[in-house]
């Protein structure tokens, strides 16, 4: 069983910047994708990003692109999503997930298995 726990969430202002990290809990993920999704509130998950399972490439909604970055620790067993210049629309809360594959092609929930319990982010105007 994969334990996926995020952490670095908190309240930012506008044009801030945040890092969050998930870690995994139990049996390793670091040969699978990882990517982030994003809830806001009344709203479905949203892709956010992900990256392959050695740390090579990643994968961006429009909405992030440009403003958030996502990387792999050297052990592959935690990753990091660095959010700058945030806007308020990027409040939500943000699960960590480990993608079914090793590539990093896809924004589907589907295409992920496990999910992290969120960290939430709120960004103030």
């Known amino acids: 069983q994969v334990q996926l726990v995020e952490s670095g969430g908190g309240l930012m202002q506008a044009g801030g910047s945040l890092r969050l990290s998930c870690a995994a809990s139990g049996r390793t993920f670091s040969g699978y994708a990882i990517g982030w999704f994003r809830r806001a509130p009344g709203k479905e998950p949203e892709f956010v990003a992900a990256i392959n399972w050695n740390g090579d490439s990643t994968y961006f909604a429009d909405s992030v692109k440009g403003r958030f970055t996502i990387s792999r620790g050297n052990s592959k067993d935690t990753v990091y999503l660095q959010m700058s210049s945030l806007k308020p629309e990027d409040t939500a809360v943000y699960y960590c997930?480990?993608?079914?594959?090793?590539?990093?092609?896809?924004?589907?929930?589907?295409?992920?298995?496990?999910w992290g319990q969120g960290t939430q982010v709120t960004v103030s105007s």
């Open positions: 997930v480990r993608s079914r594959s090793n590539n990093a092609y896809s924004n589907r929930k589907d295409d992920y298995d496990y």
